[in-house]
């Protein structure tokens, strides 16, 4: 027994243990017969005992001490990461405010709109994903960063006839624009006549001048609808496109899927057949191209830092009504917008959304829930935040109905 314990002590390996302790075991459960012939025998056995627990348990801390050498490296580089990734945080939250003092700082010496206007309380009013929206239009416009294709754009090759898609273009070249919003703020303004005096005059979707003429004008030179409004404008097409309300261009955009000319596109069947319909009036009717709603999102993109399709939003109407006037006007007054802060400013003042609808919601209200919508919303307070930071460049951008600062 002796002989087995002391061969252990030579070899004891974290692998032994088990079995060297079952020999530690018997040992000390050794039944002692004979206290006289045994004793010496007995007390060798005992001091080895001790001297292969101690050892044994000395290979053994020794052991568990390598086994987690690489798991404590391995927390002590975690730590290191998460240290080092906290102190990123850290100076990425001191940039953006550095960002932010240095955009209010430069605001007060460039822009004349925008100058002055950023004012965060109104942070509350946008979605989550856009609360830097006009931090970033305005630092660039404070910086003199933009694209160069982001003050006008730079033809209207983007636009291309139904009917005559090889030889008819949209030739539209006028020195003032009426810009006609559909708001409840035109109601009782009176500013018929001064609309319709503009060179050309821009109205969209389904909103009617018949029976509205004094406040929002008779004529109109071009009428942009979105794929949505179609519906709205077939049903209505004697009041929108006839008589005295014939425009000269109807313009409609669309996604992909509505504008498929091999028959899968509703909007575009529906706006084919009124095209055919409407060509025997003089109305020419075109569409915008894939490429030109590509420029469209990229324009945005580049305004605002985010991805139109991946924030779930879509561009307004307005908005493209606006990039179309940016192209052929050298001076553009827009009638019935609000400014990006108006519905900050002036709560408890209702409106109309349409002012050919008096039971409709009011804007301020929709203006809040669609900028908060996470899909398919449209981003009415972003869109009129760079509309400000474009007002004046080129084109000049003049806003009535309300007047902006």
């Known amino acids: 027994m002796i002989i087995s314990v002391s061969g252990l002590l030579r070899r004891s390996q974290p692998s032994n243990i088990k079995e060297a302790n079952g020999v530690i075991w018997k040992l000390c459960m050794m039944k002692l017969y004979s206290i006289t012939s045994a004793g010496f025998t007995v007390s060798v056995g005992c001091f080895l005992v001790f001297i292969a627990y101690v050892h044994l348990t000395s290979q053994n801390v020794q052991f568990r001490s390598n086994e987690y050498k690489d798991v404590n490296q391995d927390l002590y ?82 636009y291309i006839s139904l009917l005559h898609p090889n030889q008819s273009k949209l030739d539209l070249q006028c020195k003032t624009c009426s810009l006609v919003c559909s708001s409840g703020h035109l109601l009782h303004s009176k500013f018929g006549r001064r609309i319709d005096s503009a060179d050309c005059v821009f109205r969209m979707n389904d909103a009617p001048s018949r029976g509205f003429s004094k406040d929002v004008g008779a004529r109109t030179s071009l009428r942009m609808i979105g794929f949505q409004a179609v519906p709205n404008v077939l ?64 324009l945005y993109e580049a305004e605002t830092g985010q991805n139109r399709a991946k924030s779930g939003s879509w561009l307004t ?89």
Request: aromatic share 12%; net charge neutral.
């Open 77 to 158: 580089d975690n730590e290191k990461i998460f240290s080092d990734f906290v102190k990123n945080i850290n100076e990425s939250i001191k940039r953006m405010d550095y960002d932010k003092e240095y955009t209010l700082k430069n605001m007060s010496q460039s822009g004349p709109r925008v100058a002055g206007n950023l004012n965060t309380e109104e942070e509350d009013d946008l979605h989550p994903l856009f609360l830097d929206v006009m931090k970033v239009s305005r630092l660039r416009q404070a910086q003199k960063h933009w694209l160069p294709d982001s003050r006008k754009h730079h033809d209207l090759n983007g």
């Open 235 to 298: 049903k209505n097409k004697d009041v929108l496109l006839m008589g005295s309300a014939k425009p000269r261009y109807l313009v409609m955009w669309g996604p992909d899927r509505e504008m498929a000319s091999n028959g899968t596109g509703k909007g575009y069947n529906h706006l084919k057949a009124l095209a055919m319909m409407l060509e025997q009036q003089g109305t020419e009717c075109f569409l915008l191209k894939e490429e030109e709603m590509a420029y469209n999102n990229r």
């Open 317 to 405: 109407t307005g908005w493209f009504t606006m990039i179309l006037a940016r192209s052929v006007c050298s001076e553009i007054h827009v009638y019935g917008m609000v400014g990006e802060n108006y519905c900050k400013k002036e709560q408890g003042r209702k409106h109309p959304y349409h002012y050919y609808n008096l039971h409709s919601q009011d804007e301020c209200e929709y203006y809040r829930f669609m900028e908060r919508s996470f899909n398919g919303g449209h981003r009415f307070m972003t869109e009129k935040a760079i509309f400000a930071s474009w007002a004046k460049l080129s084109p000049k951008i003049y806003f009535h109905q309300p007047e902006w600062d």
